[in-house]
């Protein structure tokens, strides 16, 4: 039931693009995207709802794909406050709470 | 507006000891919820409410317990402590059940020796 989530890491330089994904094997209400830099609590960034509808950060996209139960989340030229790992939790149909995957570390270098 | 707030921040608990973690928030959310975070990994729910006098289990709840008298409060009770429970406890908030960001709180780092 844990979503998947795809790179476990990843190293950029400052101004490069990456792309985070988070898959499901269930159908999905909806799913978040957090990130945590260390020793901190997460942080929300993003909202994906069945039907299409986005809540979230204005620098930073994201898509659902409900067919096949995936999301990714782009992130364009990164900066270096861009670093630390990133959570998606998926909502499954009918249920009322989050489900986390096991994290996306993201280094941003100068 | 101070959110969610958790105490204590550290704690260092022997084995067999019991102790509650608070939470607060004040959102005036209905829903809130306990999750923990090992080293390394993802969050794990462990209970949640969606409004006072109404919770239900998470992914991991054996060995603690959680009550909801008001709709700021949501402590979680840690009972007879093992090493395995060794965490950080976050406490979250949320004005709606899904399609709602969830706020947290700083977390509790719990060590069980």
């Known amino acids: 039931q844990q979503p998947v989530q795809s790179p476990q890491a990843v190293i950029l330089r400052e101004g490069e693009d990456a792309v985070i994904n988070c898959s499901s094997s269930?159908?999905?209400?909806?799913v978040h995207w957090y990130r945590q830099k260390h020793g901190e609590a997460p942080v929300f960034l993003m909202i994906?709802?069945?039907?299409?509808e986005q809540k979230g950060h204005e620098k930073i996209s994201a898509s659902f794909n409900e067919k096949k139960q995936q999301s990714s989340l782009y992130l364009t030229a990164s900066q270096l406050s861009y670093s630390g790992t990133y959570f998606c939790?998926?909502?499954?149909?009918?249920?009322?709470?989050?489900?986390f995957g096991t994290g996306t570390r993201l280094l941003v270098s100068p | 507006n101070a959110g969610v707030t958790q105490t204590p921040k550290f704690r260092i608990l022997k084995i067999g000891q019991s102790m509650t973690l608070q939470c607060a928030q004040d959102?005036?959310?209905?829903?809130m919820y306990w999750y923990r975070q090992d080293p390394g990994m993802g969050l794990k729910l462990i209970y949640y409410?969606?409004?006072?006098?109404?919770?239900d289990k998470g992914e991991v709840p054996n060995g603690y317990n959680v009550s909801r008298s008001t709709t700021e409060d949501f402590p979680l009770r840690l009972e007879l402590a093992a090493p395995s429970q060794t965490s950080v406890y976050f406490c979250?908030?949320?004005?709606?059940?899904?399609?709602?960001?969830?706020?947290f709180g700083p977390g509790t780092r719990l060590t069980v020796l």
């Open positions: 979250a908030s949320s004005g709606l059940a899904g399609g709602s960001e969830q706020f």
């Open positions: 269930k159908a999905l209400y909806s």
């Open positions: 994906l709802l069945k039907g299409g």
């Open positions: 939790g998926t909502e499954i149909t009918g249920f009322q709470k989050l489900v």
């Open positions: 959102m005036n959310h209905n829903y």
């Open positions: 409410s969606v409004g006072a006098g109404i919770t």
